[in-house]
């Protein structure tokens, strides 16, 4: 088998698009234990005290975004990460996506969510639509 062949062979391995099939890319059996190590590091390194919950449950916001993977944060130091208007949540969560190498197209598919407020605002190219306004 030639290199060409072998890329091919090993792109048509990848899990199919999930548009229409119901079928999910993200599940939280085969992300938790890639990400749990890693969240954990940067927690105890960090000092919070924070939990985390993977879950494939329905989405707590369907208008702002529909999910496969949704993680939970709670704890006594929650507020931390939604201080800034989330700005340690969501960078939280570009950190994680690049540690779980997804490509940027996957993003939506996975939440990081505190207090039942997720880490984005995903209304076209535009995060946190508020801060946004308030600049303009």
Same mark, same amino acid.
């Not at 890329?7 to 548009?19: D, F, I, K, N």
């Not at 880490?119 to 535009?126: H, V, W």
């Given at each position: 088998?030639? #290199?060409?062949?072998?890329?091919?062979?090993? !792109?048509? !391995? !990848? +899990? *199919?698009?999930?548009? =229409?099939? =119901?079928?999910? %890319?993200? !599940?939280?059996?085969?992300?938790?234990? /890639?990400?749990?190590?890693? &969240? @954990?590091?940067?927690?105890? %390194?960090? =000092? $919070?005290?924070?939990? $985390?919950?993977?879950?494939?449950?329905? @989405?707590?916001? +369907?208008?702002?975004?529909?999910?496969?993977?949704?993680?939970?944060?709670?704890?006594? #130091?929650?507020?931390?990460?939604?201080?800034?208007?989330?700005?340690?949540? &969501?960078?939280?969560?570009?950190?994680?996506?690049?540690?779980?190498?997804?490509?940027?197209?996957?993003?939506? %598919?996975?939440? $990081?969510? *505190?207090?039942?407020?997720?880490?984005?605002?995903?209304?076209?190219?535009?995060?946190?639509?508020?801060?946004? /306004?308030? /600049?303009?």
């Amino acid at each position: 088998m030639t #290199d060409g062949q072998s890329q091919s062979a090993s !792109r048509s !391995r !990848r +899990p *199919a698009s999930t548009s =229409g099939t =119901g079928a999910r %890319k993200y !599940r939280a059996e085969e992300v938790r234990p /890639r990400l749990e190590p890693f &969240l @954990a590091n940067i927690f105890g %390194k960090a =000092g $919070f005290d924070l939990t $985390f919950e993977f879950s494939e449950a329905a @989405a707590p916001h +369907p208008d702002i975004e529909n999910p496969e993977l949704l993680i939970q944060f709670g704890g006594p #130091d929650v507020d931390l990460l939604l201080a800034n208007r989330g700005e340690l949540l &969501l960078a939280l969560e570009q950190l994680s996506m690049e540690a779980l190498r997804m490509p940027s197209e996957d993003h939506e %598919k996975v939440c $990081f969510d *505190a207090n039942q407020i997720p880490s984005a605002t995903r209304t076209g190219p535009t995060r946190w639509i508020p801060a946004t /306004r308030e /600049r303009m």
